[in-house]
């Protein structure tokens, strides 16, 4: 007895099979109605009769099918498990764990308060060498500042700004619509202050690595001491979550690091986990609206999805509903 | 032959509504406008209720950069 396999070679077969017996069948079809004879009334059943005798052959016929369905699965499963995900440490770094971010799921929203301590940390720490091109100053407004604040924060920084009527480039202090600040000129100074190293832009980060928000927490609070026998040369840190276990960024966030404006203690974890909500809000600005319409959309769609197949029974119901009636007559 | 079927409440709205085209098409676009704003209100309040505290409005220390000046 053939075993249920579920293969995509398997169901093909099976599909190929299926076709082969029904072609046969309507072949026995035609055989028994052209043999059938007089009266109206016996006419079907004299059909099915013929029918069923000339169509009894095709048990045989799809045996040789379920052979090919099973080499066809054995293929497969083979081919499968060669492409196994293994995992390799050095290759990808130690596998982040999953935290508990509130702004996971379809209906959560991004905590706020924290995307504002997040920014706090990285215009205190994160912004020395990071850069973070795509974010102005007036994304902020209505996210983690209101307009006033956001002008006064805009304020602190110098802008090279175009040449004034006298044809003289000037600075002058910042406003909502310039962007974050570079702290380097360029990817070659930047690599010149840090060892060769290019600290990313930070924009993206979230959605630009692997699982971006839990590789960058488990990253900033992964510093730790080199297990027995591995070194990292001089100007490189260990850091088991970075591809190569090698990272030339030393570890930054540290209890106490900064002070909140809004008083909450600073450890490090809560640095680490406000900067994460702050960089997953920098790649992801929209997920708020984007979820809120998700939810809209979807739920409107599943009103129309029972309007259309109502309507479409509705108007099949005289055709589905008809009978035939086979009237051969010779 | 058939009697005239007793209409459900279903059946007697969708034969008011499909009679004339004009009502038909009208019932559409006020159902729209209608629908998405009741739509919109309700998941609204659906999200609210689920995200409570972390609204942009619910910052405690909002406008209290400004306030320090």
């Known amino acids: 007895m053939a075993t249920r396999v579920r293969s995509t070679t398997g169901v093909v077969a099976r599909r190929l099979s299926r076709v082969v ?37 095709k048990k045989i016929a799809g045996r040789g099918f379920r052979l090919l369905a099973l080499l066809g699965a054995g293929a497969t499963g083979m081919l499968g498990l060669s492409g196994l995900a293994y995992a390799d440490e050095a290759e990808h770094g130690l596998q982040s764990p999953s935290y508990p971010w509130t702004h996971n799921g379809i209906f959560s929203s991004y905590d706020h308060t924290s995307i504002r301590r997040g920014h706090q940390v990285f215009k205190q720490v994160c912004a020395a060498c990071h850069s973070m091109n795509l974010i102005a100053y007036r994304d902020l407004i209505g996210v983690a500042y209101t307009e006033d604040e956001v002008k006064e924060i805009a304020a602190e920084i110098e802008v090279q700004d175009g040449p004034n009527d006298e044809g003289e480039m000037f600075s002058r202090p910042g406003k909502p619509s310039d962007y974050f600040p570079a702290p ?38 992964g510093y730790r001491e080199p297990p027995a026998g591995v070194s990292v040369r001089e100007g490189l840190y260990y850091n088991p979550y970075f591809p ?46 984007r979820k809120l319409i998700g939810a809209k959309w979807i739920f409107v769609g599943c009103l129309l999805l029972f309007q259309v197949g109502h309507y479409k029974r509705w108007k099949w119901a005289p055709i589905k509903s008809r009978k035939l009636v086979l009237d051969v007559v010779n | 032959m058939d009697q005239r079927r007793r209409g459900g409440f279903l059946d007697t709205t969708v034969r008011l509504l499909t009679r004339r085209n004009s009502v038909y098409i009208a019932f559409i676009l006020t159902g729209a406008l ?25 910052i405690p220390s909002l406008g209290k950069k400004v306030a320090e000046e």
């Not at chain 1, 966030?253 to 702050?278: C, H, L, R, W, Y």
């Open chain 1, 184 to 221: 380097y000129a360029n990817e070659q100074a930047a690599r010149f202050s840090n060892g060769g190293a290019y600290p990313p832009d930070l924009s993206l980060i979230c959605k630009a690595r692997h699982n971006g928000q839990n590789y960058v927490f488990a990253l900033l609070t």
């Open chain 2, 34 to 58: 209608v629908g998405e704003r009741v739509i919109d209100y309700g998941i609204n309040k659906l999200w609210e209720s689920r995200n409570v505290g972390k609204r942009f409005e619910d």
């Open chain 1, 244 to 289: 190569g276990g090698a990272i030339a960024m030393p570890k930054v966030i540290n209890d106490g690091g900064i002070e909140f404006e809004d008083g909450t203690p600073a450890s490090a974890s809560q640095m680490a986990k406000d900067v994460v909500s702050f960089l997953t809000w920098a790649a992801e600005p929209e997920a708020d609206e």
């Open chain 1, 21 to 57: 017996v029904f072609m046969q069948e309507k072949q026995a079809l035609r055989t028994c109605t052209t043999q059938s004879t007089t009266h109206h009334g016996l006419e079907l059943l004299q059909v099915m009769k013929c029918w069923q005798q000339e169509a009894g052959y």
